[in-house]
């Protein structure tokens, strides 16, 4: 049997509802839409926006970010800040510190290994 192909269009529309009362409120948001596990790999397509975190939290695990619209900045334990736009990615590392800012309403796909924390 064949996997069912779900047109990403219709995902970031979904994404952007869940995130949308949150954002109009004036809060930050982090939500999303789980995609596909596989291979001890999760993928999910998320919405941010503001400010994840105060400060940098280590990552448990290796975790892919591809930008699908918008634009993120990564903060890291020393300060420096890596601009991330529509159609680039990035990786974070296991044991790094990050804090994400999403300056705008930004749609990414995330893909995080499982299991290896």
Excluded at 25 to 44: I, M
Excluded at 63 to 86: F, K, N, P
Aim: charged fraction near 25%.
């Amino acid at each position: 049997m064949q996997p069912k192909v779900t047109d990403v269009e219709v995902l970031k529309k979904q994404v952007r509802r869940l995130a949308a009362g949150r954002v109009l409120s004036g809060d930050s948001a982090s939500v999303g839409l789980d995609l596909a596990r596989a291979d001890g790999f999760q993928a999910c397509i998320k919405a941010g926006y503001g400010e994840l975190s105060s400060a940098p939290e280590k990552m448990a695990r290796d975790r892919l970010l591809w930008i699908l619209d918008g634009y993120a900045e990564i903060h890291d334990d020393t300060g420096r800040m890596t601009a991330v736009s529509q159609g680039e990615s990035t990786v974070l590392k296991k044991g790094a510190a990050y804090r994400l800012h999403f300056p705008n309403l930004t749609l990414y796909l995330s893909v995080e290994a499982e299991g290896r924390g």
